[in-house]
């Protein structure tokens, strides 16, 4: 990895600023796509465009798809149509043309596919665009070495070879037969350990791991992991091989689906990032804000209602903190924990009432030692004359425990349900909740026993 110290970067700036192109081209003869993104982060726009017509158009190509998503929409802005189809997207495997592509709005879609000159290509990228992005079908590409099952393994090397040519790496070769459904995947080291074997369907691998094109991304990580896959093919309804998915494509779409996820939970409504303007992050972060101060005001309320209550015992106010902060820490983790079993694959919708009786489980266990300890801090601290207030503080955590652990379950399963996001649940959501409910059934169970007590 390149480090760019300021040194460094002012000695690109000066050699940019002499439009010094044959210094300019020595710097970048060395670094890799990934490297030469980076340097381009720490450039301004003008400089940018300046570096990237010294690059040949497949290193040019490479280093579009490792800029950041602003930073690519910016430089396409500045770019021709014409341009951008024949240095860019005829020089990329047809899902990242696609991933390129979706970025920019209709009209100019439209422009860049009318100037590229390969026609099959422009097909398949219109075929691509056709699917939902979130599936396997708007993550696949069609650059793939397939052969017939029936044919002899000499006929199979020379179909081969000249498939291989456009293609920049091979994972598998897959075998279809006469329809074009698949069938099996031929190992490289078959081609050597088998070299006069009359068909392929003699020693193809059956039965491969595959995706249909509607499988949602997600799952697709999810058989990629299991089965430990460097690639995987994709097949229509009717099985008929139609692309294949790389591991670094899913990958980056972990990636980006993690991003999300954490933002989701922090409280932002959108993705946004350390270089967005000060409107972009204030309109990101603002509504969970102004939730949360209507949750706020939610809490003051039901205070206003049971005022009579804590001007008997003020000593009640103490703990408001201590059960607002339980419910929220606990129903965070119990969301935490299904989210991440939804998102690996290991919490299946048909168990959620398994898994919310094993929530309440955990949560009586938790509320009983929770409750039990500040019962005892209780009784050393406030001692006699506080008994209401030292069983109120102790029944109410056991109660809010209980519900966070129930309702921390239940909401991401529900929204699971719903196909919305369950990562909403981790975040002010699960916590603003808990506060209000928690609020409640303390004041509810404190006012009940200091009845109970003057009576």
Same mark, same amino acid.
């Given at each position: 990895?390149?480090?760019?110290?300021? @040194?460094?970067?002012?000695?690109?700036?000066?050699?940019?600023?002499?439009?010094?192109?044959?210094?300019?081209?020595?710097?970048?003869?060395?670094?890799?796509?990934?490297? /030469?993104?980076?340097?381009?982060?720490?450039?301004?726009?003008?400089?940018?465009?300046? *570096?990237?017509?010294?690059?040949?158009?497949?290193?040019?190509?490479?280093?579009?798809?490792? *800029?950041?998503?602003?930073?690519?929409?910016?430089?396409?802005?500045?770019?021709?149509?014409?341009?951008?189809?024949?240095?860019?997207?005829?020089?990329?495997?047809?899902?990242?043309?696609?991933?390129? /592509?979706?970025?920019?709005?209709?009209?100019?879609?439209?422009?860049?596919?009318?100037?590229?000159?390969?026609?099959?290509?422009?097909?398949?990228?219109?075929?691509? %665009?056709?699917?939902?992005?979130?599936?396997?079908?708007?993550?696949?590409?069609?650059?793939?070495?397939?052969?017939?099952? !029936?044919?002899?393994?000499?006929?199979?090397?020379?179909?081969?070879?000249?498939?291989?040519?456009?293609?920049?790496? /091979?994972?598998?070769?897959?075998?279809?037969?006469?329809?074009?459904?698949?069938?099996?995947?031929?190992?490289?080291?078959?081609?050597?350990?088998?070299?006069?074997?009359?068909?392929?369907?003699?020693?193809?691998?059956? !039965?491969?791991?595959?995706?249909?094109?509607?499988?949602?991304? =997600?799952?697709?990580?999810?058989?990629?992991?299991?089965?430990?896959?460097?690639?995987?093919?994709?097949?229509?309804?009717?099985?008929?091989?139609?692309?294949?998915?790389?591991? =670094?494509?899913?990958?980056?779409?972990?990636?980006?689906?993690?991003?999300?996820?954490?933002?989701?939970?922090?409280?932002?409504?959108?993705?946004?990032? $350390?270089?967005?303007?000060?409107?972009?992050?204030?309109?990101?972060? %603002?509504?969970?804000?102004?939730?949360?101060?209507?949750?706020?005001?939610? !809490?003051?309320?039901?205070?206003?209602?049971?005022? @009579?209550?804590?001007?008997?015992?003020? $000593?009640?106010? *103490?703990?408001?903190?201590?059960?607002?902060?339980?419910? #929220?820490?606990?129903?965070?983790?119990?969301?935490?924990?299904?989210?991440?079993?939804?998102? !690996?694959?290991?919490? =299946?919708?048909?168990?959620? #009432?398994?898994? %919310?009786?094993?929530?309440?489980?955990?949560?009586?266990?938790?509320?009983? /030692?929770?409750?039990?300890?500040?019962?005892?801090?209780?009784?050393?601290?406030? #001692?006699?004359?506080?008994?209401?207030?030292?069983?109120?503080?102790?029944?109410?955590?056991?109660?809010?425990?209980?519900?966070?652990?129930?309702?921390?379950?239940?909401?991401?399963?529900?929204?699971?349900?719903?196909?919305?996001?369950?990562?909403?649940?981790?975040?002010?959501?699960?916590?603003?909740?808990?506060?209000?409910?928690?609020?409640?059934?303390?004041?509810?169970?404190?006012?009940?026993?200091?009845?109970?007590?003057?009576?």
């Amino acid at each position: 990895m390149k480090e760019y110290t300021p @040194e460094y970067l002012e000695h690109i700036r000066q050699i940019i600023a002499e439009r010094n192109e044959e210094a300019a081209r020595t710097e970048l003869a060395d670094l890799h796509p990934a490297d /030469i993104a980076e340097l381009y982060q720490q450039l301004d726009l003008e400089e940018e465009e300046f *570096l990237y017509k010294l690059l040949d158009d497949e290193i040019a190509a490479d280093v579009l798809m490792e *800029l950041d998503e602003d930073d690519r929409r910016k430089l396409l802005k500045e770019m021709p149509a014409e341009e951008i189809a024949r240095q860019f997207i005829e020089n990329l495997d047809t899902d990242d043309a696609v991933d390129i /592509i979706q970025e920019l709005d209709e009209e100019d879609r439209d422009k860049i596919l009318s100037h590229i000159d390969d026609v099959e290509q422009a097909g398949d990228i219109i075929d691509l %665009l056709k699917y939902d992005e979130d599936t396997a079908g708007g993550l696949m590409g069609t650059e793939m070495i397939v052969v017939n099952e !029936n044919w002899s393994m000499p006929e199979c090397i020379k179909q081969m070879r000249m498939q291989a040519e456009d293609m920049d790496a /091979i994972y598998n070769v897959y075998v279809v037969d006469n329809d074009y459904r698949l069938r099996g995947i031929l190992p490289l080291k078959t081609l050597i350990t088998h070299p006069s074997v009359s068909k392929i369907r003699h020693v193809m691998e059956e !039965n491969p791991a595959s995706v249909k094109t509607d499988t949602p991304i =997600d799952d697709v990580a999810i058989d990629f992991e299991k089965y430990d896959l460097v690639a995987m093919p994709v097949v229509d309804s009717i099985g008929r091989l139609v692309g294949r998915i790389t591991v =670094d494509d899913v990958m980056d779409q972990v990636r980006e689906s993690t991003e999300r996820d954490y933002q989701l939970a922090s409280g932002l409504s959108s993705d946004v990032e $350390t270089s967005d303007t000060i409107f972009t992050q204030t309109k990101a972060r %603002l509504p969970w804000l102004l939730i949360g101060m209507l949750g706020g005001i939610g !809490n003051s309320l039901i205070l206003g209602n049971f005022e @009579e209550g804590l001007s008997v015992d003020p $000593t009640l106010a *103490l703990f408001i903190p201590l059960i607002g902060g339980t419910g #929220g820490n606990v129903g965070t983790q119990s969301s935490a924990i299904v989210v991440q079993g939804l998102a !690996n694959g290991s919490l =299946d919708l048909r168990r959620s #009432g398994r898994q %919310l009786l094993k929530e309440l489980g955990v949560g009586l266990i938790n509320g009983l /030692i929770i409750s039990l300890l500040v019962l005892t801090y209780n009784v050393m601290k406030l #001692g006699p004359g506080h008994y209401s207030t030292t069983m109120a503080v102790s029944l109410s955590l056991m109660s809010v425990v209980i519900f966070a652990s129930v309702f921390g379950t239940f909401v991401p399963l529900t929204l699971e349900k719903f196909k919305i996001d369950p990562a909403l649940a981790t975040g002010p959501f699960i916590s603003i909740t808990n506060d209000i409910i928690g609020m409640l059934i303390y004041m509810v169970i404190s006012s009940a026993l200091i009845i109970h007590f003057a009576g």
